[in-house]
């Protein structure tokens, strides 16, 4: 049995469909960005996700390489349990570098072997593996499952309800 402590979750394509968006995170507008944030919704199975994981005691992080306020204010708009929030800011170097998995980590001291990072792109699946951490590729969102599936994730799938399954049946009591 596999005993899961942290999920860290990529941001965007992950937790929340930006795709319409995308063309103001590319230019970095992230004032307009800020503003239409809130006409987003997080993707269809991920506020139960997060709540249930919450509850049940395992941390959960968002690690991503937008401005760190982005995902912060989508949280509290959705009231997520989520305090370990690593943005661009925090750590300056891009995926497939590890650096922001393991500044998430070790905010709450969890081990690599503890921990599970959720990504939709090859770099997440990249980072995973050099930070020693289990890879989830997230084909939900994802705008190439090809390229995604391609990374060879630890493991993939193509809904949150399945992400959601799979940790159901790792016994973990998210019911």
Same mark, same amino acid.
């Given at each position: 049995?596999?005993?899961?402590?942290?999920?860290?979750?990529? @941001?965007?394509?992950?937790?929340? &469909?930006?795709?319409?968006?995308?063309?103001?995170?590319?230019?970095?507008?992230?004032?307009?960005?800020?503003?239409?944030?809130?006409?987003?919704?997080?993707?269809?199975?991920? &506020?139960?996700?997060?709540?249930? =994981?919450?509850?049940?005691?395992?941390?959960?992080?968002?690690?991503?390489?937008?401005?760190?306020?982005?995902? $912060?204010?989508?949280?509290?708009?959705?009231?997520?349990?989520?305090?370990?929030?690593?943005?661009?800011?925090?750590?300056?170097?891009? $995926? #497939? &570098?590890?650096?922001?998995?393991?500044?998430?980590?070790?905010?709450?001291?969890?081990?690599?072997?503890?921990?599970?990072?959720?990504?939709?792109? #090859?770099?997440?699946?990249?980072?995973?593996?050099?930070?020693?951490?289990?890879?989830?590729?997230?084909?939900?969102?994802? =705008?190439?499952?090809? =390229?995604?599936?391609?990374?060879? #994730?630890?493991?993939? @799938?193509?809904?949150?309800? &399945?992400?959601?399954?799979?940790?159901?049946?790792?016994?973990?009591?998210?019911?």
């Amino acid at each position: 049995m596999i005993v899961l402590t942290l999920l860290l979750f990529d @941001f965007d394509q992950v937790l929340v &469909d930006t795709e319409p968006y995308r063309y103001l995170r590319e230019s970095r507008k992230w004032g307009q960005y800020r503003h239409l944030m809130s006409e987003l919704e997080p993707c269809g199975g991920i &506020d139960r996700l997060i709540h249930s =994981a919450s509850s049940r005691g395992h941390s959960i992080a968002i690690v991503t390489q937008s401005p760190g306020f982005v995902p $912060k204010l989508f949280a509290q708009k959705w009231s997520w349990p989520i305090d370990n929030i690593v943005g661009w800011h925090d750590y300056k170097i891009r $995926k #497939p &570098d590890p650096l922001c998995l393991k500044v998430a980590m070790k905010r709450v001291n969890a081990q690599p072997s503890e921990s599970f990072h959720i990504g939709d792109l #090859p770099s997440d699946t990249e980072a995973s593996k050099r930070a020693g951490v289990k890879s989830i590729g997230a084909g939900w969102a994802c =705008a190439d499952r090809n =390229a995604l599936l391609k990374s060879q #994730p630890d493991y993939y @799938f193509d809904t949150v309800e &399945d992400l959601y399954q799979f940790i159901v049946d790792l016994n973990l009591g998210l019911k």
